[in-house]
């Protein structure tokens, strides 16, 4: 028995070692799709980037220890320039630590935002017929705020399908939407069109109102 024990350690090594390499392979694989699939588009690929929406403050459930930007990829759609990327952070502790990962797509503003959150309610008794009763927002500023969800916005964002699973956040100078999943490009342009369509909604006092002249 006492002579199997370095031969099990062994076994466990080589195993550790050979997890670390296929998960180094399919990370390299990985990056090399992405780096061509932002080529073919014009785009760029980043594959580490800190910080890459500037000053803006990414949602409460993207954050935790260890935080990272990773998968970076820029470009335009139209006129409109999309950031989109996986935001990973750690949770847990010693052998129960898992990094979790959400997919941020941000497109920039006309001008700089003031921090607000907009979630679609999820409670049974939620009605679809009244702005306040379908979406909690939460924001800083009460007149960016109300700039933003005039009747024009309110009215889209309760007839659109999207709103039910692209929560929107405006910070800095992006309005982003995450999720619980690995960034797939061509599902983070849908919902980059989902945020062009919002950002075309806003009126532009909402901007003039944070910082004219931008």
């Known amino acids: 028995m006492e002579g199997a024990l370095p031969a099990i350690a062994l076994v466990v090594v080589v195993m550790a070692a050979g997890t670390v390499v296929v ?8 990056a090399t799709e992405l780096r061509v699939w932002a080529r073919e ?6 594959e580490h980037l800190p910080n890459p929406l500037g000053e803006a403050t990414l949602p409460r459930s993207t954050l935790g220890a260890h935080p990272r930007a990773q998968h970076v990829l820029t470009g335009r759609r139209g006129q409109h320039l999309v950031v989109a990327f996986e935001q990973t952070h750690t949770v847990g502790r010693g052998a129960d630590r898992v990094r979790r990962v959400h997919r941020v797509v941000a497109v920039r503003t006309p001008g ?5 959150q907009i979630l679609r309610r999820r409670d049974r008794g939620a009605s679809d017929d009244a702005f306040d009763s379908a979406f909690h927002t939460e924001g800083d500023d009460p007149a960016f705020t109300g700039a933003v969800l005039d009747g024009v916005v309110t009215r889209w964002l309760l007839a659109d399908p999207r709103s039910r699973s692209l929560p929107v956040r405006f910070s800095g ?19 980059a069109d989902y945020l062009i369509a919002l ?3 806003v009126p532009a006092e909402a901007w ?3 910082a004219p002249g931008r």
């Not at 998960?23 to 990985?30: L, T």
């Not at 700089?112 to 607000?116: Q, R, S, V």
Request: charged share 35%.
């Open 23 to 30: 998960a180094a392979h399919f990370r390299k694989e990985r």
């Open 41 to 46: 588009r014009g785009w760029t690929y980043t």
């Open 112 to 116: 700089p935002n003031a921090d607000l």
């Open 173 to 191: 100078d992006y309005v982003l939407t995450w999720t619980a999943m690995r960034l797939d490009p061509d599902r983070a342009l849908t919902a």
């Open 199 to 201: 950002v075309e909604r």
């Open 208 to 210: 003039k109102r944070r």
